[in-house]
């Protein structure tokens, strides 16, 4: 890969920022199993303050944050009614069948977005010999759908429909910020109807690792026993804490920008004889393009990567283009150029 390759296959491509990487070197540190890192308890106050929720714990991954949320709402046996082309049921290497041994009851969404209505016709009704329906999972933004935003309304439908129906509610809100930029909205308003939800500063925010899962105190003593139990308790996790304190200070505010840019791609990748997308779709930074026949979509892939860009395989014939904070301006028109000629 040369250096002005234009990655767009993913925002986990992002890079600590030379201001992140100071503060890591810098980081007062201390033993997490003690309470005793300053700067891993300094994040997760700022992220519960940040989110209105009463409590937050730095996980490794989204994937474990998820799990442990799933772990803490369900018995084993129990159904948890999730979007059928959310993260929480396809990317996770079937962990909440493999260790919460719970079974997904995948709902179909538009665009990723579950209709309430869907949500409670899934529900299983409360006999004894039927799996029984105690968690709610929605994805916001939703990742496969290309980055779709569900709005505040819709979360508060979701969530409501989950409590009216005993149901706890979880928000896989990887990239939660992403949603909030695009909606105008503070994070917290897409929160606060959830029972719990995680946020990843692993992606368009650049830090290096890590996840916080967030909810009410007793939620978040129990989810710190389980994240224990599946190997996710860390010591002087600060180094890593200091970098997701600058996420959420200084790339937040700059996600919009990343949204423009993935629409101003769009443009060109809606109007085109080997894509096909809708710009009107692309809410955030995700763009998911369907490959038309004639054209083969992992010889596309390579052939794109042949001219100096990259995107990613999103399973049939679509491909994922992900703009990011390293994607300049410079490289957005770059890019624009070898797709408008690209045939
Ligand atoms: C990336 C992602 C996760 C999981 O995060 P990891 O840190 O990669 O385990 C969960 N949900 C969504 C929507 C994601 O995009």
């Given amino acids: 890969m040369t250096t002005d390759t234009i990655d767009l296959r993913s925002d986990t491509v992002t890079r600590p920022t030379p201001s992140m990487r100071r503060a890591m070197a810098e980081a007062a540190v201390g033993d997490d199993v003690y309470g ?55 990317y996770e290497a079937g962990a909440m069948a493999a260790v919460a041994g719970v079974l997904p009851r995948p709902v179909k969404g538009r665009l990723g977005v579950m209709d309430p209505g869907d949500v409670v016709a899934a529900i299983r009704a409360k006999i004894y010999y ?3 329906t ?34 706890a509610s979880h928000l896989d809100g990887a990239r939660i910020f992403n949603a ?49 139990r599946i190997g996710g308790g860390m010591r002087q996790a600060g180094i890593l804490a200091a970098a997701g304190l600058v996420a959420l200070r200084e790339i937040v505010p700059l996600l919009g920008e990343d949204h423009r840019r993935a629409k101003a791609l769009a443009e060109v990748l809606a109007d085109h004889p080997v894509f096909e997308c809708r710009v009107d ?3 955030t930074n995700i763009i998911v393009v369907t490959v038309r026949g004639g054209y083969e979509p992992g010889e596309t892939i390579e052939r794109l990567a042949g001219k100096g860009l990259l995107c990613g395989p999103a399973g049939g014939r679509l491909l994922r283009f992900v703009t990011h904070r390293e994607i300049t301006d410079g490289d957005l028109e770059r890019a624009v150029e070898i797709l408008r000629d690209f045939r």
């Fill in 134 to 167: 105690s968690l709610l999972c929605v994805e916001n933004t939703h990742n496969l759908a290309g980055g779709t935003v569900v709005d505040v309304i819709r979360c508060r439908e979701l969530a409501g429909a989950a409590r009216d129906h005993g149901l």
């Fill in 281 to 283: 779709d692309v809410h």
């Fill in 36 to 90: 005793e890192d300053p700067t891993l308890n300094r994040l997760q106050e700022e992220a519960a303050a940040l989110l209105g929720k009463e409590a937050a714990l730095f996980c490794p991954s989204g994937t474990m944050a998820n799990l442990i949320a799933v772990l803490v709402h369900t018995r084993p046996g129990d159904e948890v009614v999730c979007e059928s082309d959310c993260h929480v049921y396809n």
């Fill in 180 to 228: 909030a930029a695009a909606l105008g909205v503070e994070a917290a308003e897409i929160a606060a109807p959830f029972d719990s939800l995680m946020f990843c500063i692993s992606k368009g925010l650049s830090a290096p690792a890590g996840s916080l899962l967030l909810g009410t105190g007793a939620f978040i003593e129990e989810a710190r026993r389980i994240r224990k």
């Fill in 130 to 132: 039927l799996a029984q």
